[in-house]
Each structure stands twice: as structure tokens, then as C-alpha cells.
């Protein structure tokens, strides 16, 4: 599975952007799906995730309430809905896949995308 992520960009703080990650292949509908972040100096961090087998959503108390995950397997897409952004959102967001199986907010993903950079001026 390959993963594509984009929708990143500058931002001012109050506001919002919608990431996308397109994956290839045939099989999206049976893969968990996640976001993580990272921050200049810092770990990766959990953002959002959805189970592929009820949409069940998880996400960080951090983000809760601002963020939503959600996806659309008929274009194999999982996407990060993110509204009154703040500049301690700012970091590299990834999207994740995990062939079925748990949901971890640890990176025990098995596939990567790229980054995509947003960054919340204030």
C-alpha cells in the first residue's frame, strides 16, 4: 500500500484545512487508518484514527472536539477534517495504515505516507 497525503499549508489560528491520503490498491476498506504528528524536536504523535470494520473513530485529547477523521472507501481515502486550529498544531501530519487487526494510537502502523506540513500562525 502506498499513501499520499496532502492538503497542508499556512493557516492563521481560529482557522481550518482539510488533509486527504489517497492509498493504492484494492484493499483500503480492511485497513485501519490513522493520523500522527510531528513537531521540530519532538516524537510523532497520535492525532486521529478509524477502524476499518464500523468507522469507530479515536482520537487525541488534544484534538478532540476540533478534529475530525473520517473516510471514503470508494475512493480509498481517509481524511482529517481540522477546525479552530492552533499554532501548537503545528507539525508534519501523516496518515498510517494497519491491515485490520487493533486500532494503536502508538505508531505500530505498517504503512507511511509522506508528510504533509501544516503550520498555524498566531
Known amino acids: 500500500v502506498q499513501l499520499q497525503a496532502s492538503g497542508g499549508g499556512l493557516v492563521q489560528a481560529g482557522g481550518s484545512l482539510r488533509l486527504s491520503c489517497v492509498a493504492s490498491?484494492?484493499?483500503?476498506?480492511?485497513?485501519?487508518m490513522a493520523w500522527f504528528r510531528q513537531a521540530p524536536g519532538t516524537e510523532r504523535e497520535f492525532v486521529a484514527a478509524?477502524?476499518?470494520?464500523?468507522?469507530?473513530?479515536y482520537y487525541a485529547d488534544s484534538v478532540k472536539g476540533r478534529f475530525t477523521i473520517s473516510r471514503d472507501n470508494a475512493k480509498n481515502t481517509v481524511y482529517l477534517q481540522m477546525n479552530s486550529l492552533k499554532s501548537e498544531d503545528t507539525a508534519v501530519y501523516f496518515c498510517?495504515?494497519?491491515?485490520?487487526?487493533?486500532?494503536?494510537?502508538?505508531?505500530?502502523?505498517?504503512?507511511w505516507g509522506q508528510g504533509t506540513l501544516v503550520t498555524v500562525s498566531s
Open positions: 498510517a495504515a494497519r491491515d485490520r487487526g487493533l486500532v494503536f494510537t502508538t505508531p505500530n502502523y505498517d504503512y
Open positions: 490498491g484494492r484493499t483500503f476498506s480492511r485497513y485501519n
Open positions: 478509524i477502524r476499518w470494520s464500523d468507522d469507530r473513530t
